[in-house]
């Protein structure tokens, strides 16, 4: 059911950022089991660490209810992925992993948070006018190495966040049309 609307949501988001990139195939995607492959192929050829080990949450836990599933595309490869949830109990939508190929074009240095920001913020919005009250967005158990730049970032860290989880919380983020 969400990956109608996520698919609908990710292509409007690239249609507005692809003018930002010399290339102009920006691609963002529902991750179905194909593109998963795709990522399946990264990690097996170390362009992408994907270890639900470097967090304190398993990946069964960001499944919940309503998951979040986008992978980037950038001249016809995948760079990266952002993979969460929207929560109704925090009212937020939650980032749980999300990394960037190590051999990523040089064009998208320091763009992979903006983008997956852009993407769930307008998921968010999505999901505002169909009568989910979001205020925020949380990034789950953020790995030590990157807390310093989600906080140049805008982000507030909450250590206890929820069930002794902390997180990157980034408000005002996600206004409604």
């Given amino acids: ?64 209810e309503h998951p979040i599933k986008l992978v980037v595309y950038y001249r016809g490869e995948p760079i990266g992925f952002a993979f969460g949830c929207y929560s109704k109990e925090k009212q937020a939508v939650h980032i749980c992993w999300m990394e960037k190929r190590n051999d990523a074009h040089e064009d998208l240095d320091h763009q992979m948070l903006g983008i997956v920001l852009d993407c769930f913020a307008t998921y968010a919005q999505f999901l505002q006018r169909r009568g989910e009250t979001i205020g925020t967005i949380a990034l ?3 790995v030590d190495g990157a807390m310093r730049y989600y906080t140049d970032s805008g982000f507030e860290y909450v250590a206890d966040y929820d069930h002794g989880g902390s997180a990157m919380i980034l408000k005002n983020r996600i206004q409604a049309d």
């Fill in 1 to 64: 059911m969400f990956q109608a609307f996520q698919t609908a949501v990710f292509k409007s988001v690239a249609e507005q950022l692809k003018e930002r990139f010399p290339h102009k195939s920006l691609g963002l995607v529902f991750a179905d089991e194909l593109v998963l492959k795709d990522m399946e192929f990264l990690k097996t050829h170390n362009k992408l660490r994907w270890d639900p080990g470097l967090k304190s949450r398993t990946f069964i836990d960001m499944m919940e």
């Fill in 140 to 142: 789950i158990s953020p």
